[in-house]
């Protein structure tokens, strides 16, 4: 029983058969088909059950509006949940498997909630699981959750691989059906560079599924010949399988091109590529989408749009029954009955809502006009239907037509509202479309074939003339004018029968008209209330037949009731294709230091600090704990000497003659008299008062400094400077630039820090104590003459250097520095034994320099000058940032010294309890001093400055710590910083 | 959004930061004054929200690292207007 709904004929390779499998059954479709042709070619009706009742439903429709065939495709990491069967291509392998049922998909336990519906209306949630109050975390909740939901994820990482691609064009078509491609041939004529977008796999639009004669040929021929001809043009990109998805600022569009056939190859290929195209102009021919009639059981597997109906009779060669019916409201529907009859089907019936003559003879068919259908019977797939003259026909297809909605919605992503026209029973763009945007065709309401394609054909020429274009005359294709009428169905009464509105999140018309009863009026309240139109496929089947209900059941017009809003993106785009190529290690760039093979080779921790990896910690064999290896790299380096790379710091050269007074403006401390050859600390403070970054600035001749920032911090600093030059003293003669990849630089510390550097320094360059002391700068050579700059400044409180070499120098130097310092056992150490060594000091740095603190908070009042201006003065001197009892830096010591503390622990009186009220501040920076033997932090507390001696608790309740502390000064190690000097 | 760079041309956003009004440009000068903390305040916190064309600051970080004034419509995000914003806070009277 293979394909008994296959018939001749179509717009695929009826040579290439496919194997695919549905729920585990081995079907076979053809080359050209999509998921859901296959199906209905082999007879598979039922596809799914739907959301919220578990109803048996069917497919629909033909395109990306498709509600009820979504499907999960594929297995283990790969499967894909609420794939549309109407937009997959169907390929050799293909896994497909139904969505929302437990146990088979002919027999749903589920169901049961099909026959409690009475007691699940619009805001049943809402209503029923408000008591008792302490139910919803514990049982309604986790139920809820549990049905909830429309499919199910892998859970595993995404295998496959997306990327993003960029395009420019003079103008982008979207929608490559009739009136796209007849635009598309005169603009393209011009010379504009243009690009032509339809989401389907196949250009042509309707053309490919109705029976439609264009110049003489039939429209799928002509569509064809055009596709061809415009792919020959080197101004042309096409790019079919490529949905547009939002319309963004300045002519920008968003665009997802599907790729899975070339991705099932080879899974290095993107599976997906989004797109974004920058446009001067761009003409939206995206058509229109059929929607249907709120009519009793309308949701039965077997009743379909009438559009869809032809497009699987003329494309898929696929007759989707053997007694099909039509119910419409317009001219169109009639098509239907037509091409069935030309194919050689009997059509059961040809119900019309409207009280006209009947549109077209059709043979053996019963007519009835000024008829409704009102109910249907079959569950798992249609048997019959009920019209509203008592009559039942036997039927297995219903063809649907309400009439079309223009797909509009780009005109509205920059919040245009559409308006109502009576004509064509719908909704049109208005006359404010995104800058750039024109529409043409059914998009815009023209909904007779002869009238789109000479307004794709004028659109396409006006708009490459309005860019400066050349363009001739031309004729548009011809096609004989059927015209369309409609009026008006948005549903029928019912009775106790639910009419579907929104299949896919389950609404119905009686839903709606609950919501305006209680009181909803606004379409947006409407929405959020019922769920209308929020699942994955926004309602483009059920918003407009919606707004027509609601303004049946209040009263009043189209236009008052308004559509929603419209927002991109117009289909599901997978959150990977935003992602692109930018997941794991490449979701930001990595940025290693000069030196970071030496470290390799060294056996290096490393760690992240923003996008550096820095050498955390060097493990020697032997080592089998990280605190082993830093007390041992804190002891060698304050006993003797150490090297730390410390490359990452942003470091910023700034020349020009007023450089010293605009360091004076950005610094709280004074900068004015800082001598040549001078290093001096500094803090800058933001305009707010509270401190935002330090670091060092030395004074390397008359006009020039060179600045260091933290490590953090060196981007927004620089920023920070350079508004601070360009916006508010823009005639200082000051010129920066960040040089933090242009320099290596390396910490030498420790008492035999000067014995190491002078061996490799050259020995024209004096770096006595005498000649070179605390704080000097200047420019040297080390090695024979190589470029250095030289800075006695000091993190660790040791006597100590920072020695800048060029970039690519630095692994030399750091090789040259650790032979030299052999003979006094020179170690690398790492950014823990560089914390380890700051905290002992008492040196501020990330978990202090908050975006909370002022100057005064850190013990830093005194450094602030205040005899100029500068960045964070005014603001800084409020009361309220200079308060005694502010959170203020202090350190803390365990009274019994063999206590572990925690940064993170919240100080508390010694005898209140762990409470928020009974809160004193924080440990913010904690470390175990191998110098000291015990443990020490810094920290917040309240009034802190004055309280140095009393005891608190330092409580942390996470990891089940409370042990006593001292408040004392932070500058636990060489606290008059008399190493720093020898 | 596209940015018209006055020296670089057509220029995607990304490839710049924001800051905010160009209110950010009037810093208050007379910071010996009484007034000066009213002044500071707000100069710092006041802003107006403006449904219709604002200044405001925009940085190029990843390209020539100049600052410009930007004017947008908050309504329609339409630019009429880049320049830099040096140029610009010369006009408005600053200098050293």
């Known amino acids: ?982 | 959004m596209i940015i018209n760079h006055p020296l670089l041309g057509p220029r995607d956003s990304e490839e710049f930061v924001y800051l905010g009004s160009t209110d950010l440009i009037d810093r208050p000068t007379n910071w010996e004054k009484s007034a000066a903390a009213e002044d500071f305040h707000q100069y710092q916190y006041i802003r107006e929200n403006i449904a219709g064309d604002i200044q405001e600051l925009w940085y190029h970080e990843q390209g020539d690292q100049s600052w410009l004034v930007v004017t947008r419509s908050t309504l329609t995000h339409e630019i009429s207007n880049v320049e830099l914003a040096q140029d610009f806070s010369r006009v408005k009277g600053r200098g050293k």
């Open chain 1, 1 to 982: 029983m293979s394909q008994i709904n296959r018939i001749d004929g179509g717009l695929i390779d009826q040579e290439k058969v496919l194997n695919f499998t549905f729920n585990g059954q081995i079907l076979k479709g053809y080359e050209g088909d999509t998921l859901a042709s296959a199906l209905l070619a082999n007879n598979k009706h039922l596809i799914g059950r739907s959301f919220k009742y578990h109803r048996p439903r069917g497919i629909v429709t033909a395109g990306s509006e498709e509600p009820n065939a979504i499907m999960e495709i594929g297995n283990g990491a790969y499967k894909e949940p609420n794939t549309r069967a109407t937009v997959t291509q169907l390929y050799n392998g293909l896994e497909a498997n139904s969505q929302n049922h437990k146990g088979p998909l002919s027999f749903d336990f589920m169901a049961i909630t099909d026959f409690l519906s009475p007691l699940l209306g619009a805001g049943f949630y809402y209503k029923t699981f408000m008591w008792p109050k302490g139910f919803w975390e514990k049982f309604y909740e986790p139920a809820i959750r549990k049905s909830a939901g429309l499919g199910t994820l892998s859970t595993e990482a995404d295998p496959d691989t997306y990327d993003k691609g960029f395009r420019h064009c003079d103008i982008l078509i979207i929608g490559a059906g009739a009136t796209g491609l007849s635009a598309a041939l005169t603009a393209a004529n011009s010379g504009a560079k243009i690009i032509l977008a339809d989401e389907d796999f196949l250009m042509g639009g309707r053309l490919n599924s109705e029976t439609n004669e264009i110049d003489g040929m039939a429209g799928s021929e002509w569509a064809k010949k055009t596709v061809a001809k415009l792919g020959a043009m080197e101004n042309v990109t096409l790019m079919s399988d490529t949905t547009v998805f939002g319309a963004y600022d300045h002519g920008i569009y968003g665009a997802i091109e599907n790729r899975a056939s070339e991705a099932r190859e080879d899974n290095d290929k993107p599976r997906q590529v989004n797109w974004r195209i920058y446009t001067k102009r761009a003409i939206l021919c995206a058509g229109a989408t059929e929607r249907l009639i709120a009519f009793g059981n309308n949701d039965r597997p077997g009743i379909m749009f009438a559009s869809a109906v032809r497009t699987y009779l003329n494309r898929f060669a696929v007759a989707t029954g053997q007694r099909i019916s039509v119910y419409t409201n317009n001219d169109d529907g009639w098509k239907t009955a037509k091409d069935l009859n030309a194919k050689g089907f009997r059509v059961a019936a040809v119900i019309d809502s409207r009280s006209i003559s009947p549109v077209m003879r059709v043979p053996g068919a019963e007519i009835y006009m000024a008829t409704d259908v009102v109910d249907t019977k079959g569950r798992r797939a249609l048997k019959s239907i009920q019209l509203s003259n008592g009559k039942s026909i036997d039927t297995d297809t219903l063809a649907v037509s309400g009439g079309w909605n223009p797909n509009l919605h780009f005109t509205c992503h920059h919040r245009g509202v559409p308006k109502w026209n009576e004509e064509i029973a719908s909704f049109v763009p208005d006359s404010s479309p995104p800058v750039g945007m024109s529409v043409a065709g059914r998009a815009k309401g023209t909904m007779v074939l002869a009238d789109a394609i000479i307004e794709g054909h004028n659109q396409g020429s006006c708009v490459a003339a309005d860019l400066g274009y050349k363009t001739s005359e031309s004729k548009p294709a011809s096609t004989p004018v059927v015209s369309y009428n409609i009026s008006a169905n948005w549903g029928v009464p019912s009775g106790k029968n639910r009419a579907w509105v929104d299949f896919q999140n389950d609404v119905t018309a009686k839903d709606i008209k609950l919501a305006n009863q209680e009181g909803f009026k606004s379409v947006e309240h409407v929405k959020r209330y019922t769920t209308l139109g929020m699942a994955t496929d926004q309602g483009k089947t059920a918003n407009v037949l919606a707004i027509g209900i609601m303004a049946e059941n209040m009263g009043q017009t189209m236009e008052d009731t308004g559509t929603t809003i419209f927002r991109p993106p117009y289909v599901p785009v997978a959150i990977g294709a935003f992602a692109g190529r930018r997941r794991g290690m490449e979701f930001y760039p990595t940025r290693y230091t000069p030196s970071h093979n030496w470290s390799t080779e060294q056996n290096a921790i490393f760690v992240e600090v923003g996008m550096w990896y820095r050498s955390q910690w060097f493990p020697l064999p032997g080592e089998t704990h990280w605190r082993q290896t830093v007390d041992r790299e804190v002891r060698q380096t304050r006993s003797s000497v150490g090297i730390c790379d410390v490359t990452t710091l942003g470091k910023i050269d700034i020349k020009g003659e007023d450089v010293s007074e605009f360091l004076n403006k950005v610094y709280a401390n004074a900068f004015a008299k800082v001598p040549v050859g001078k290093t001096r600390y500094g803090l800058m403070l933001r305009e707010d008062g509270i401190a935002m970054d330090d670091g060092t600035a030395a004074r390397m001749s008359e006009n020039h400094f060179v600045m260091t920032t933290t490590t953090a911090n060196a981007v927004s600093v620089y920023r920070h400077l350079q508004f601070c030059h360009q916006c508010l003293w823009p005639d200082l003669d000051v010129h920066m630039i960040s040089v933090t990849e242009q320099y290596a630089q390396y910490a030498v510390a420790g008492p035999n820090s000067r014995k190491l550097l002078e061996k490799i320094v050259d020995p024209e360059c004096d770096i006595s104590n005498e000649a070179f002391p605390y704080m000097a700068a200047g420019e040297i050579t080390v090695c024979g003459g190589t470029a250095a700059r030289l800075f006695r400044i000091s993190f660790s409180g040791e006597l100590a250097y920072e020695i800048a070499v060029p970039t690519r120098y630095g692994d030399s130097l750091m090789r040259v520095l650790m032979e030299a310092g052999e003979e006094f056992n020179v170690i690398p150490y790492g950014t823990e034994a560089l914390g380890v060594m700051r905290i002992e000091k008492g040196h501020a740095a990330g978990p202090e320099l908050n975006g909370q603190t002022s100057a005064y908070d850190l013990g830093m009042g005194g450094m602030i000058s205040g005899k100029k201006d500068f960045i964070g003065y005014t603001l800084g001197l409020r009361e309220e940032l200079q308060r005694d009892d502010r959170m203020q830096m202090v350190g803390f010591k365990p009274v019994n010294t063999s206590d572990l503390l925690l940064a993170g622990s919240h100080l508390l009186g010694l005898r209140d309890k762990a409470t928020t009220e009974n809160d004193q501040g924080w440990i913010s920076s904690c470390i175990y001093s191998p110098i000291l033997g015990h443990y020490l932090g810094i920290g917040f507390i309240k009034g802190g400055h004055n309280r140095k001696g009393e005891n608190v608790r330092a409580v942390d309740l996470v990891r089940g710590n409370d042990v006593e502390v001292e408040i004392c000064s932070p500058h636990f190690v060489d606290p008059e910083g008399e190493r720093l000097r020898v």
